[in-house]
């Protein structure tokens, strides 16, 4: 088969011999060079239509936009089956499963020999980062899946414009993807970060096969970065434009299903007319230290992969505004009109639908519609939000940095730390209760330093360290504060309202990084006074409310360091000295 001559190859000598091996292996009757042309992707959606993969929805309400059902077994990450494949167990670190890569490939080049018979290979050239950025990275995703094709589209920028930016280089991510029958004991996600090279069988799931996502944008860019002085970084970032016209950027980083797509298009309370929120990336950021001094970021995608259930015109408005046209629906429910609806929308429950496995539902049902970690795949240019500086080469300044998880107790709703050390600290001991976006049991408190545990692709210990030896880059280090929207009362009861309101936890945020607001310092940090905290407009909250929010109960703090050492002694071999020393300082001061 001649792979070299159709239109959208490459001249590239280096992808067009990787992707002649990868053929021969697979054996597909048919390869086909996506070149990202629009009427590319009317061919594609009319074929995955006809072949039943996605369905499309009612072109009136939703234009543009189609439905896909996964198989029952395949809605979510899974960690048990994603490998971290280095020639030795300690590069990949004791919070990666491990694999030696010679055993792994001879493993999976098993599973993909000939796999692809009676299928079509799709090569998907793309680029993560914005055109002409010395931070954009190139893939190359080679997979039988339509509905990944059309996804990938979405999130990257697919196309000639990958091979533009390539030229004859060698320097590209490497990418193989094989549905297999979908069945979970042949279902492996594994990463060789020595040879940039991801491969990924037996799943369908957007989150195990879009494989520029986590795979190249958190992985494998964990250990470019670390490389090459940079971070890549399960991190939001969102700019922030005040009545005067300042504008300042911030990256969160929090774990999946805890408000990041929320937070990065938060619409202000009328409280705070004037000021606006613009979205640069709801998801990954890679950061870079600039030649003023400063931390620069980049958003690498293209688009949005979020969590559909309780997205609505409160939580969220700018999302649901972008999701009216051209977005693909996963694992949600259909209703007999040809749109679509999930627990948590803006209409109430229909009368009657097909739930996210295609059975009947009515709202008698004992089963939720949706699946809760349910998706839609949305382009960033849909967003009424969307920060102008996006396409910029050269990226965002970043003036703080916030980590946060979802604990009900014990952690306040925002504190700042000391200093980077200590910001450290703070995002490498981060706490989150688990939810439906990863397999496991939901509601569990664990650990997700950075919210990069089951993302980092090398050993834990050592990002720690290289988190620390990136303030020696920085001149001008964004300030590193926490917070914790889903604190509860004592029956049950959010104490902090959230969505918009977040504005005003943002607000001393930017205050205190322009040196605009005080602060009380307490043994986890500075936190803001009742003064220095903008609580006008809010329905029943006063200073009391504020102070169950802020409370700091010591007791429940030593219990929780105690809790560290879940981590802290996997990881201890390869713990920088400052996380054991700050722990102490934390101690003492308690």
Request: hydrophobic share 40%; net charge neutral.
């Amino acid at each position: 088969m001649n792979i070299a001559s159709p239109a959208g190859a490459p001249r590239n000598s280096h992808v067009i011999a990787w992707v002649e091996e990868q053929v021969r292996l697979c054996q597909p009757d048919r390869v086909v060079w996506c070149t990202g042309s629009e009427a590319e992707k009317i061919a594609l959606q009319d074929a995955a239509v006809e072949q039943g993969i996605l369905l499309r929805l009612n072109p009136e309400k939703l234009p543009g936009c189609f439905y896909h059902r996964s198989n029952p077994n395949d809605v979510a990450r899974v960690e048990q089956s994603t490998f971290i494949c280095t020639p030795h167990a300690e590069d990949a670190g004791p919070t990666n499963n491990w694999s030696a890569p010679r055993e792994m490939y001879a493993r999976l080049r098993g599973l993909v020999d000939g796999a692809m018979r009676g299928r079509t290979l799709y090569v998907v050239p793309y680029l993560m980062g914005p055109a002409g950025s010395p931070m954009t990275k190139v893939g190359v995703e080679l997979t039988d899946s339509l509905y990944v094709v059309l996804n990938m589209r979405i999130m990257t920028r697919m196309g000639e414009v990958a091979w533009e930016h390539l030229g004859e280089s060698d320097d590209f991510s490497r990418g193989l993807h094989c549905l297999l029958d979908v069945h979970p004991d042949r279902r492996y996600i594994c990463h060789f970060p020595q040879d940039n090279t991801v491969i990924s069988v037996g799943s369908g799931y957007g989150g195990n096969v879009l494989l520029g996502k986590k795979c190249l944008a958190l992985r494998l860019g964990s250990y470019l970065g670390r490389d090459e002085g940079w971070m890549a970084e399960h991190m939001l970032l969102l700019g922030v434009e005040a009545p005067s016209g300042q504008k300042s950027f911030i990256a969160a980083a929090f774990p999946s299903q805890c408000g990041k797509t929320n937070f990065a298009m938060m619409v202000p309370p009328v409280r705070f007319k004037g000021w606006k929120i613009w979205t640069v990336g709801d998801d990954i950021a890679w950061m870079r230290p600039g030649a003023d001094g400063r931390l620069w970021a980049i958003n690498p995608e293209a688009g949005y992969f979020g969590v559909a259930p309780g997205t609505n015109g409160r939580t969220n408005p700018n999302a649901t505004s972008l999701i009216q046209r051209d977005t693909i629906f996963t694992n949600v429910a259909l209703k007999p009109d040809g749109t679509v609806w999930w627990e948590g929308h803006d209409e109430p429950a229909p009368a009657e639908c097909l739930d996210w496995q295609g059975r009947p539902w009515t709202p008698a049902s004992t089963e939720k519609a949706a699946h809760p970690n349910s998706r839609f795949t949305a382009p960033m240019s849909n967003n009424p939000m969307l920060a102008p500086e996006v396409l910029d080469p050269r990226g965002v300044p970043v003036d703080a940095i916030i980590f946060g998880g979802r604990r009900a107790t014990t952690v306040p709703l925002v504190f700042e730390a000391f200093n980077w050390s200590h910001g450290v600290f703070l995002g490498a001991t981060m706490g989150s209760e688990t939810t439906a976006a990863a397999t496991g049991t939901v509601g569990q408190v664990r650990r997700d330093p950075m919210a990069m545990l089951p993302f980092c692709g090398y050993n834990m210990g050592r990002y720690f360290r290289h988190w620390l030896d990136m303030r020696k880059q920085i001149q001008f280090p964004p300030r590193i504060f926490h917070v914790n929207w889903f604190r509860r009362d004592a029956d049950g009861r959010f104490l902090w309202p959230g969505f918009g309101d977040n504005m005003r936890v943002l607000r001393w945020i930017l205050d205190r990084c322009h040196g605009r607001a005080g602060a009380h310092e307490t043994p986890l940090g500075w936190v803001p006074r009742w003064e220095d905290f903008d609580a006008e407009g809010l329905v029943d909250f006063d200073r009391a409310r504020f102070d169950a929010l802020q409370a700091m109960n010591p007791d429940e703090w030593r219990r929780d360091i105690l809790s560290h050492d879940e981590l802290f002694m996997r990881l201890y071999q390869y713990l920088p000295k400052e996380m054991i020393f700050q722990r102490e300082l934390l101690v003492a001061r308690l």
